[in-house]
């Protein structure tokens, strides 16, 4: 992984030698490979992270090539999870993916095994699962949770910010979150930062649907800040990294 030529040389040279072998050790689990996640996915594998277990049911769908990494008009009808994972592969052969085309919801979560993740990153759409996913991911001490919320309707990619779960404001998944969370046993006392944006619009287009615009440069700025949270956690935590759930 290091020396003069090697892939991740420039990492080496900004973050260190035991930083680089840190984030080679850590375990991240990404729920959610959509407009978000997959960008968060290519970012941590070009860092330097080998062990990621990727989260998603869905195929490629036209709709999905204005903003998801993995989508073209080539990849349209495959396996979301099973394309992204081919692409990390071209970029590191010795990345070793868990790659599950499966939904996160109660009736599958017990075959998700949490704790032995070093990271947990939160990218669902899905409001039932994704409050799901925050609550079992915190009740295991030894992983630590990034979250997103929504990045449809931004555009201004000078307004995402992080912040502790509390602290979000005005952002329409987090006040949705935090009813359901009330509504089924309270909000999590154990903190976990999120990336949002303030950024308030709407649609204007013409066409007849209930889903939000959205538009990849802002999808995938929270997707490499989910990614950069990651990083910056590895670089502080420096040699604690195990590689299972500290």
């Known amino acids: ?136 991911a915190l009740s295991n001490p030894g992983v630590t949770l990034f979250s997103s919320m929504g990045a449809a309707l931004k555009m201004d990619s000078f307004q995402i910010r992080r912040s502790e779960f509390t602290e979000v404001s005005g952002d329409g998944l987090a006040r949705a979150l935090r009813q359901r969370f009330r509504k089924t046993g309270g909000i999590p006392e154990r903190p976990f930062v999120c990336v949002w944006s303030p950024e308030r619009r709407r649609n204007i287009g013409h066409a007849e649907t209930r889903i939000n615009g959205t538009v990849a440069h802002t999808t995938a700025a929270f997707g490499f800040a989910l990614a950069g949270l990651v990083v910056a956690d590895v670089e502080r935590r420096g040699g604690e990294m195990s590689g299972g759930g500290r």
Do not use: H
């Open 1 to 136: 992984m290091t020396g003069e030529c090697g892939i991740f040389m420039r990492t080496e040279l900004m973050l260190g030698t035991s930083t680089l072998d840190a984030l080679s050790r850590a375990r991240v689990a990404i729920f959610g490979l959509g407009g978000v996640g997959s960008w968060c996915a290519e970012s941590l594998v070009r860092t330097g992270v080998k062990r990621l277990m990727l989260v998603d049911s869905d195929r490629v769908c036209i709709t999905n090539v204005n903003r998801q990494l993995m989508a073209t008009t080539a990849t349209v009808g495959q396996v979301k999870v099973e394309v992204l994972a081919a692409r990390l592969r071209e970029i590191n052969p010795e990345v070793e993916l868990d790659v599950r085309p499966r939904v996160y919801d109660v009736s599958t979560a017990g075959e998700f095994d949490l704790s032995r993740q070093d990271y947990v990153i939160d990218a669902i759409d899905s409001l039932d699962s994704k409050a799901l996913l925050i609550r079992r």
